[in-house]
């Protein structure tokens, strides 16, 4: 089956400093990203849909210039958290869908844990 | 607005059956999925349905019916490994899927 990778798999940071998650998507083009969010013992929330090759489109009420969604290729998607702060701190997961696929399925990552100190 | 409802946490004992529904109300319908999500890591497939009826999978079935916006996640022969949270979700008309908040379930020996 289709495999998407994150790295890092948790990163601990100080107040202030920025962190960038990659998530790739390892035998499959994914044209299509998601980046969600997921505080302790709540379900998913979905921050930005990341578009190959353009403009990502983040969820209301998440702030764009705070986290930075970058799409360059067909494989690879990355979430910058700018100016970490611990309440920032949280559960980060991509999924990618294989356009090719006719089950739509959204393959998801491993997921970052993030804790900002 | 779009909505997902599924029960909040379920108890079921091991070797037993447990069936999880889901209700839902979206902006267009290109399938419903299930997944399961174990503390800390994130969701693995488990089924899609974009057509109505019943889809067997091993232990785990899933049906649905898009009339009445409804779907079920059967899970028999229940181990004790089964315990985490089950979630429903369902790709709108953009494709975007909509979560629900998840049902944890607890299974006892």
């Known amino acids: 089956g289709a495999v998407v990778s994150q790295h890092p798999s948790w990163v601990i940071c100080k107040s202030g400093t920025s962190v960038k998650i990659e998530c790739r998507s390892l035998d499959f083009q994914a044209t299509t990203m998601f980046w969600y969010r997921q505080f302790p013992k709540q379900s998913l929330m979905l921050m930005a849909t990341?578009?190959?090759?353009?403009?990502?489109?983040?969820e209301q009420g998440v702030e764009k210039d705070k986290f930075l969604i970058n799409h360059a290729s067909l494989t690879l998607s990355t979430l910058t958290v700018t100016s970490a702060h611990p309440e920032d701190s949280s559960f980060y997961i991509c999924s990618a869908r294989d356009v090719t696929s006719e089950s739509n399925e959204q393959f998801f990552g491993p997921g970052t844990r993030l804790t900002v100190l | 607005g779009q909505n997902i409802d599924q029960p909040t946490e379920m108890t079921a004992t091991e070797g037993a059956i447990v069936q999880i529904n889901c209700t839902y109300q979206?902006?267009?319908?290109?399938?419903l999925f299930w997944y399961q999500q174990h503390a800390g890591e994130a969701p693995t497939f488990l089924s899609y349905?974009?057509l109505d009826g019943l889809e067997e999978k091993g232990r785990f079935s899933s049906f649905l019916s898009r009339s009445k916006g409804y779907s079920y996640l059967l899970l028999k022969e229940l181990q004790m490994k089964d315990s985490a949270s089950y979630l429903c979700a369902v790709m709108d008309s953009n494709y975007q899927l909509i979560w629900g908040a998840g049902t944890k379930l607890i299974i006892k020996p």
């Open positions: 990341s578009n190959e090759g353009s403009k990502a489109t983040y």
């Open positions: 349905n974009v």
């Open positions: 979206t902006s267009g319908f290109n399938g």
